[in-house]
């Protein structure tokens, strides 16, 4: 009998690895590809090369035009970590408001920032660039930073709500007691025990800004601005003189930051998915 379910465990597992495997292929294959040489790319298609090289990662970190991919990556992460420390400052003080806070119309903001998260965001792109543009924010990182400062990413508010909905009152009452107001409240009592969502928080922003690509093609155009994302697509040349073996070679590069954030805090990013729904 014992043998019998041992055998069964393996066999449901079995299928899971395959998939598994099937789905991290691409990836496996990146990194194989980014040390075989440029006319084995292609047409040498196996996960292990046959020849090693790190020139495509000594050639692809000199970036291009006279700037090298280090300030690529420095703009990246200075764009990244503005944007979680926005987020995670502007977000928590406005999902206090809607959980904790009694105002005027509390119910109808909490509704119409909720309606804000059903909208794609290239239905607000073009009257935002208007208004960019007007202020003169074109090709800075004010259009990439300043919206996280003024708490516009919904899910992260609704995420932060769900999760002090499930804090006791009393905590609040007691505080209150105390002599603690509203802000020493907020401080004291709900933010160290809003870490696990603030943590997820960063997590999701930092991947979510980092891998952005759209939004930093529509605002930047100086080649000193550009971030990671679009120093690899600078790499790419429609003309078919692309270094391919640079560009998978920086691609792969630019996996390992939120690889490690995600590993790193991967503890606290399961903690606060599983209590934002308590109540």
């Given at each position: 009998m ?5 055998y ?12 598994g ?13 980014s040390?075989?040489?440029?006319q ?9 090369p046959?020849?090693?090289?790190l020139e495509?990662y000594v ?12 300030r690529?990556f420095a703009n990246?992460?200075a764009?990244?970590?503005l944007s ?9 003080l406005?999902?206090?408001a809607?959980?904790r806070?009694t105002?005027k ?21 073009v ?5 960019f543009n ?12 300043l919206p996280?400062?003024?708490?516009t ?8 709500v769900q999760?002090i909905?499930g804090i006791?009152?009393e ?19 709900i ?19 980092w891998?952005?690509?759209?939004s ?6 100086d080649?000193?601005l ?10 790419f040349?429609p003309s ?18 939120i690889t490690?954030?995600?590993?790193t ?6 903690e ?5 729904g308590?109540?």
């Open positions: 014992t043998h019998r379910i041992k069964g465990q393996v066999l449901r597992h079995v299928p899971i690895i395959v998939m495997l099937l789905m991290i292929y691409p990836v496996l294959w990146l990194i194989s590809s040390f075989k040489p440029n084995l790319i292609f047409s040498d298609p196996g996960i292990w046959s020849t090693f090289t495509n050639n692809g970190w000199r970036g291009f035009q006279g700037i090298s991919f280090s690529f990246s992460f764009i990244s970590l979680v420390l926005g987020n995670a400052i502007t977000c928590s406005a999902a206090f809607f959980a806070l105002f119309f509390s119910k109808l903001w909490f509704s119409l920032m909720l309606v804000t998260i059903m909208l794609p965001y290239h239905v607000t792109l009257p935002q660039y208007v208004i007007e202020l003169q924010w074109i090709n800075t990182y004010y259009p990439l930073v996280k400062w003024f708490a990413d919904s899910f992260f508010i609704l995420l932060m999760f909905r006791p009152r905590l609040d009452e007691s505080a209150t007691i105390d002599g603690c107001s509203q802000k020493q409240i907020y401080f004291r009592i933010l160290p025990l809003l870490v696990p969502a603030l943590i997820t928080t960063a997590i999701f922003t930092f991947i979510w800004t891998d952005d690509f759209f930093q093609m529509i605002y930047l155009s080649i000193r550009f971030t990671v994302q679009l120093g690899i697509r600078a790499l040349d078919g003189s692309s270094d391919w073996g640079a560009l998978l070679a920086m691609s792969a590069l630019s996996l390992l930051p490690a954030v995600f590993l805090f991967q503890r606290y990013f399961l606060g998915i599983a209590t934002t308590l109540k």
